[in-house]
């Protein structure tokens, strides 16, 4: 009789633990994947502080901060590009981040594949949440690069997008001649907020 009851018993815990299994995976996925995309921002802020000091007083003076990696492709008469990246809010009491991802589309000349970093920074704090609730951005691009590893040349800086904001582009390798108009989206990632 014993034994009876004790089946259900341990039938029930297997099957709880089943369905706790992969819920704790997932989650360590997810817990995974924000810490590639933190170790990614630390390390752009780093190289962004290393070539533009003066961006370090800009970004804690700032509403707050995006840091996004992408690679592009430019092939012919039609560019793309995807990655993902980081906003952080100055809060009071405490920074606020927003996971998100980007993608972009666009036509123009240009052969090449681009592995770049883009750093946005917010003084202006409605600028910010619309970036993070709309985050359209579309944008003329002329660019040159040419650089593998720490041979080559690339041009960084930054440039006034628009009022309240301004991007520091940093090319880390990739080959790429190009002008394009293009399209870019930015946009929550659901996965990891």
């Known amino acids: 009789m014993k034994i009876?009851?004790?089946?259900?018993?341990?039938?029930?815990?297997?099957?709880?633990?089943?369905?706790?299994?992969?819920?704790?995976?997932?989650?360590?996925k997810i817990d995974a994947n924000r810490s590639k995309v933190?170790?990614?921002?630390?390390?752009?802020?780093?190289?962004?502080?290393?070539?533009?000091?003066?961006?370090?007083?800009k970004i804690k003076n700032a509403a707050g901060y995006a840091v996004f990696s992408n690679v592009g492709i430019n092939l012919a008469i039609a560019?793309?590009?995807?990655?993902?990246?980081?906003?952080?809010?100055?809060g009071?009491?405490?920074?606020?981040?927003?996971?998100m991802k980007m993608?972009?589309?666009?036509?123009?000349?240009?052969?090449?594949?681009?592995?770049?970093?883009?750093?946005?920074?917010?003084?202006?704090?409605?600028?910010l949440a619309q970036f993070i609730d709309q985050g359209w951005d579309f944008s003329g691009q002329a660019d040159a690069a040419a650089k593998s590893d720490d041979k080559g040349a690339a041009l960084a800086g930054a440039h006034t997008v628009m009022p309240g904001v301004e991007v520091y582009q940093i090319t880390k390798n990739g080959l790429a001649l190009q002008a394009t108009l293009q399209g870019t989206k930015y946009w929550k990632d659901k996965n990891l907020n």
């Open 4 to 28: 009876m009851m004790r089946i259900p018993l341990l039938a029930c815990l297997l099957l709880a633990f089943g369905a706790i299994t992969p819920l704790a995976r997932a989650d360590a």
């Open 38 to 57: 933190r170790a990614m921002r630390d390390a752009v802020l780093a190289d962004l502080y290393q070539l533009h000091p003066e961006a370090k007083t």
């Open 79 to 90: 560019s793309f590009a995807g990655g993902h990246g980081l906003v952080s809010k100055h």
């Open 92 to 99: 009071i009491f405490q920074d606020t981040e927003t996971f």
């Open 103 to 127: 993608a972009s589309a666009g036509l123009g000349l240009g052969l090449g594949v681009k592995d770049f970093r883009a750093v946005f920074v917010f003084t202006d704090a409605d600028k």
